[in-house]
């Protein structure tokens, strides 16, 4: 028996596989188009690729524990929505530094899931479901109760967080922290999930009992998790405060959080690059059906239902069937 | 005289209304084969289910290693040194047979709370998990996916995982069950092989692996021990012929 090198399913996973590939080029793709666009004083293409880039963000963190853990969380959209807020409610007192409003998002956020993932993560299958979306339904509510912050009418921020070296209120530069943003984020997701870490969580989703059994106390191991997905999509929602210069209540509905696990699965759950294409997919497509069409939700159901029928790995799943890995 | 390894004391447990385990005594000394044999129904699986912390008794306690672990949490009893391996094949799915007894290992090495390195490359986990799939037989298979096993390989990554724990006792539930004569066979021989590094209690149905392991027999029947002894002594037992060898 020769030492064969370690090709358990990481090591399998780190390799660069057609899927990673894949991914590689849209990220290049996502950087390089929209600037070239933004220098031929195409302004919008560059605005779209900061949403898709900051959704990809978002869609990366739900994927952390959805895709890795088997945690199908229904409200992580509340995350978002209260990174926002971090950034909208600290303007509205003319309180303006970066500096504040992102750890205050990081810290909100953690805490949001913090508090709920203890509750929540007591429950399995389809009650995680309803109850993560319960939470995020209070939060909902909370901020559109909120009078003082414009409620329901939403919260115009009129000037975007003061962030050296970053001007956030030229597009560019706000487009390439959300850029850079995103490659830390799949840096990081890539180290987490390949670590220690990363493997209990894939083998509490893989068989809980049995993990149970061997030693670990798989809840505190999923807080965590939890925890660090909520934090990232807050910081996620900062950034999307700063984008929109308009935060609503709206932005933590569950049909938000559906919108972000369809990027998930339709991208490809627990790969690396699988909610960037996902992000870009769907943007792309809503953007361009709702010209064509009315109803352009029409085809989006149908497109999501073909994919967990038929190609479960999502784009990523595809791009390694044609590139012949599976 | 030391305390025996495992001590079982008056353990109950009731399923609406029906005794599944009532009032049993049991103990099982360092490096012992203790098997619990009996009828389906008998209360084997419950008895296992409570010393692994899945259900809680209702009564009566079980020292382990000379400390009371009746109400310990599931998953720290493995850390403890009481590893278990299931009847139904309870594995990693979707994961390497690598990867399912790296992650044993990597339990007893305290918390996983390490989010940078690698898991894949760390020889500190690939290696005790090397070794406990060679001591069930399985090394050359280390590198697939549990799905791709056969039967009775599942069963030996079953053992291998309870076995990267380093427990000091095994609790084995149904080794042999869905297995046929050759792969018990080679269960048997891989389980006697074992004998001396953990102490076991061995539940099983196969009595050709019970007589061919145990040290001593205790026989469960309608959640009640009513017998224990040498295995000579058991087969020699008219209670235990009627009630459930019931032939000759």
Not at chain 1, 108 to 134: D, E, H, K, N, Q
Not at chain 1, 157 to 181: D, G, H, K, T, W
Not at chain 2, 37 to 61: E, H, R, V, Y
Not at chain 2, 135 to 159: F, K, N, T, Y
């Amino acid at each position: 028996m020769s030492p064969a090198p370690a090709t358990s399913t990481f090591s399998r996973l780190r390799a660069a596989g057609p899927g990673n590939l894949g991914g590689v080029v849209v990220l290049a793709l996502l950087l390089v188009l929209p600037l070239a666009a933004w220098w031929t004083g195409q302004k919008f293409y560059l605005d779209f690729a900061t949403r898709i880039t900051i959704l990809a963000i978002v869609a990366t963190s739900l994927n952390f524990i959805l895709g890795y853990g088997g945690l199908i969380s229904f409200g992580h959209a509340a995350f978002v929505g209260i990174g926002a807020y971090c950034v909208g409610i600290p303007a509205y007192y003319d309180l303006a530094s970066g500096f504040v409003h992102i750890p205050l998002a990081i810290a909100a956020s953690a805490l949001f899931a913090l508090v709920t993932g203890a509750i929540s993560l007591r429950t399995r299958g389809v009650y995680f479901i309803m109850i993560t979306m319960a939470f995020a339904q209070m939060a909902y509510y909370l901020f559109l109760s909120l009078d003082e912050y414009g409620g329901n009418d939403g919260l115009t921020i009129y000037s975007r967080s003061v962030l050296p070296p970053f001007n956030l209120e030229q597009r560019p530069q706000l487009f390439l922290l959300a850029y850079v943003s995103l490659v830390v984020v799949l840096a990081l997701k890539h180290r987490f999930v390949n670590s220690r870490f990363g493997m209990v969580l894939r083998g509490a989703r893989a068989n809980e009992t049995r993990m149970i059994a061997i030693g670990f106390n798989t809840y505190a191991y999923r807080l965590a998790a939890y925890v660090i997905a909520g934090a990232i999509a807050g910081y996620g929602g900062a950034l999307l405060g700063n984008f929109t210069n308009f935060i609503t209540p709206d932005m933590m509905s569950w049909t938000r959080s559906g919108d972000l696990m369809f990027m998930v699965i339709l991208g490809g759950a627990g790969s690396l690059f699988g909610p960037v294409m996902g992000a870009v997919a769907i943007l792309l497509l809503e953007e361009y059906l709702a010209r064509l069409t009315v109803y352009w939700q029409l085809p989006f159901g149908l497109l999501l239902i073909a994919t967990v029928l038929y190609q479960r790995g999502g784009l990523n799943g595809l791009i390694e069937r044609l590139g012949g890995r599976k | 005289m030391s305390e025996p390894l495992l001590v079982i004391t008056g353990l109950a447990k009731s399923f609406g209304g029906v005794r599944a385990i009532d009032g049993v005594d049991l103990t099982v000394e360092p490096g012992e084969v203790h098997a619990v044999i009996g009828p389906n129904g008998a209360g084997k699986t419950t008895l296992i289910s409570q010393l692994s912390g899945l259900l809680a008794p209702d009564d009566g306690t079980i020292r382990f290693a000379g400390r009371d672990i009746t109400r310990l949490a599931a998953h720290r009893r493995a850390p403890a040194g009481l590893a278990r391996s299931f009847q139904i094949t309870s594995l990693l799915t979707g994961m390497t047979v690598l990867d399912n007894v790296a992650l044993a290992v990597q339990a007893r090495q305290g918390h996983s709370f390490r989010f940078w390195r690698p898991a894949a490359g760390d020889r500190g986990l690939r290696d005790p998990a090397l070794a406990a799939l060679e001591q069930v037989g399985i090394a050359g298979r280390a590198d697939i996916i549990v799905g791709a096993l056969s039967h009775g390989e599942r069963r030996q990554l079953e053992i291998a995982m309870a076995l990267a724990s380093r427990p000091r006792l095994l609790l084995l539930d149904e080794p042999m069950a869905g297995m046929g004569p050759e792969e018990s066979a080679r269960m048997i021989d891989i389980l006697k092989g074992l004998k001396g590094t953990a102490a076991m209690l061995l539940v099983e149905h196969d009595m050709d692996a019970v007589f061919a392991l145990a040290d001593r027999i205790s026989v469960l029947v309608y959640g009640k021990v009513i017998a224990s002894g040498l295995p000579a002594d058991i087969r020699a037992n008219d209670a235990v012929r009627r009630a459930y060898l019931g032939e000759e």
